[in-house]
């Protein structure tokens, strides 16, 4: 995926998530005023590749949104990135205080942001590209405690990535 295509994925994921938007051609206006030149025809393989659905607001209108990914509050956010996980993830490796979780392409962003829902305080902060997350931990303790911080995500991360296998 291209660094230009990547940008404008993360910032499709932005903007759906700050306003609701009901049309591909809403979706256009929003990224040209964010200076993204774009096509609807464009927008069009952004919806698909990002598998943004149309979901049903309190008032009866859709609007385009990550599966799952509901009104504030209207889904918990452990069930949501249970369902990331089950969808998206294909591995989750450690290094230090460093996380690594491998996606299906495109999809980092959606587990990204679901990671980041839960928060944890023992996570600083996710970064997605396409199809691999980075997940920092902070270093609250020693890193060689058995029990330390980074021990304990990485081990919910693999479970549930485990779980999604079974």
Known sequence: MSK????RHRLILSIIAQ???????????????????VTQATVSRDIKELRLAKVAMPDGRYRYALP????????DPMRRLQRA????????????????VKTEPGSAPLV????????????????AGDDTI???VRDLQEKRLPEGPVR?????LVAMVRHRTE
């Open 134 to 136: 980075l997940v920092v």
């Open 112 to 127: 990204a942001a679901a990671i980041d829902g839960l928060q944890l305080g023992e996570i600083a902060g996710t970064i």
């Open 4 to 7: 230009v295509k990547a940008e």
């Open 68 to 75: 799952g990914n509901f009104a504030e509050g209207d889904e």
């Open 85 to 100: 996980f089950e969808d998206y993830v294909q591995s989750v490796d450690a290094a230090g205080n460093l996380i690594v």
């Open 152 to 156: 304990g995500v990485y081990a919910r």
């Open 19 to 37: 306003q609701a938007i009901e049309t591909q051609d809403e979706l256009v206006a929003a990224l040209q005023a964010e200076q993204f030149q």
